[in-house]
């Protein structure tokens, strides 16, 4: 890992990209209470950056903090630069810390089977650990969020009465949420992505 705070050509891109506007933090969740004027200027700012950088730069920020690799992960997903797919898998996987919202986004962006195999892998190891309770519910949401994409049933045995999430849920009480509700939330997510993404491909088109 790469910190910041010591690596000069890190330190410039979180100013660039991770930083402005406090991005970092409004990203995700935060992007769904924005409206009017501050969302429009967050978003064209967004679809700016995602233009801007480039996959050298991405790669880089992937190897830093947990604010860089959101960032860099809500860039991916705007830009649709599918070819962070294996990094993004390997970054989720790697994670087992409560920072993987946005790589299961930009997965749900992508929106093919080898998307739904990652999220697979990360509740196949994560599910039965319920001392590592982070994101295996958002994980699940977006799975059926691709379920819904895809006309597939990836998430049904997860949630068969005895699989795997009834295990973790019976362990971790105060943790769980329903991840068909939770759904929503990624839907909305995934909604934002779209459109920012839309405002990409216009922009990148014009150029």
């Known amino acids: 890992m790469r910190y910041a705070h010591t690596d000069p050509e890190l330190m410039d891109l979180v100013r660039r990209f991770v930083t402005p506007g406090r991005r970092y933090l409004r990203l995700g969740g935060s992007s769904l209470r924005l409206n009017g004027p501050e969302r429009d200027l967050f978003v064209r700012e967004l679809v700016q950056a995602a233009g801007e950088i480039t996959s050298a730069e991405l790669s880089i920020l992937f190897e830093g903090g947990w604010r860089e690799r959101k960032t860099a992960s809500w860039l991916v997903a705007v830009a649709g630069r599918t070819e962070f797919r294996g990094r993004i898998g390997e970054l989720l996987l790697a994670t087992g810390g409560p920072y993987g919202g946005a790589h299961c986004i930009t997965l749900a962006t992508f929106g093919t089977s080898a998307d739904a195999d990652l ?55 105060n943790m769980a949420r329903d991840p068909h509700e939770y759904r929503q939330v990624v839907d909305q997510l995934c909604s934002f992505a779209g459109e920012c993404a839309e405002l990409f491909a216009r922009t990148e088109t014009r150029h």
């Open 119 to 173: 999220l697979c892998g990360y509740l196949d190891r994560y599910l039965p650990q319920p001392d590592l309770a982070y994101d295996q519910t958002f994980a699940l949401s977006t799975l059926l969020h691709l379920d819904a994409v895809l006309g597939s049933e990836r998430a049904s045995p997860y949630l068969a009465a005895g699989g795997l999430w009834q295990l973790w849920t019976d362990a971790t009480p």
